[in-house]
T-cell receptor, first 113, second 113 residues
Framework: SQQGEEDPQALSIQEGENATMNCSYK?????LQWYRQNSGRGLVHLIL?????REKHSGRLRVTLDTSKKSSSLLITASRAADTASYFC?????????????FGKGTLLTVNP | DGGITQSPKYLFRKEGQNVTLSCEQN?????MYWYRQDPGQGLRLIYY???????QKGDIAEGYSVSREKKESFPLTVTSAQKNPTAFYLC????????????FGSGTRLTVV
């Protein structure tokens, strides 16, 4: 079953603009992670935020986590055409296996030059 | 260079055939995973293994089998019992501490002909 759901399903922006993607989940988590997937390729780990953290930065990425609303957002600032990819959130569920992530369906981001 | 290697990149299966997808890692990771991805969809967990000689069913294990005889290897067999096997298959590994995230292979695209 899908624990995380990304929103929107697709997002198209111009180069230089910021892109915001959201993830909602259903049950309490240990941490939430964001991954990127270029078309036809494997996923690449971007950033992890723990349940006791509210915000985290990595380069042009900013992730927030609101455990009271069971939601997270990924902000990509000053987007580039090379940022075009699908972005997935993944959750590590409290009480679940420490070795198992559940992924959402992803947001397809298109950055137009 | 450390990483995960999936082979083959493309695989064609005839009706009624079993096929095996290879996944090898040299990251010294304890945990390995198989996910299935259908077009426009998220990742669904097929099987996972936390240690050698042990593995657990994921959400969609029917029609699939795995083995974990070596730490480095986690092959997936798609059996004839899997009625809709056409999909993109992704293998991943983890150091056992979920806070490090997953490392993914580049995937195998399986098509039934």
């Amino acid at each position: 079953s899908q624990q995380g759901e990304e929103d929107p399903q697709a997002l198209s922006i111009q180069e230089g603009e910021n892109a915001t993607m959201n993830c909602s989940y259903k049950t309490s988590i240990n941490n939430l992670q964001w991954y990127r997937q270029n078309s036809g390729r494997g996923l690449v780990h971007l950033i992890l935020i723990r349940s006791n953290e509210r915000e985290k930065h990595s380069g042009r990425l900013r992730v927030t986590l609101d455990t009271s609303k069971k939601s997270s957002s990924l902000l990509i600032t000053a987007s580039r055409a090379a940022d075009t990819a699908s972005y997935f959130c993944a959750t590590d569920i409290i009480g679940g296996s420490n070795y198992k992530l559940t992924f959402g369906k992803g947001t397809l981001l298109t950055v137009n030059p | 260079d450390g990483g995960i290697t999936q082979s083959p990149k493309y695989l064609f299966r005839k009706e009624g055939q079993n096929v095996t997808l290879s996944c090898e890692q040299n990251l010294n990771h304890d945990a390995m995973y198989w996910y299935r991805q259908d077009p426009g969809q998220g990742l669904r967990l097929i099987y996972y293994s936390q240690i050698v000689n042990d593995f657990q069913k994921g959400d969609i294990a029917e029609g699939y089998s795995v083995s974990r005889e070596k730490k480095e290897s986690f092959p997936l067999t798609v059996t004839s019992a899997q009625k809709n096997p056409t999909a993109f298959y992704l293998c991943a590994s983890s150091g056992g501490r979920i806070s490090y995230g997953y490392t993914f292979g580049s995937g195998t695209r399986l098509t039934v002909v």
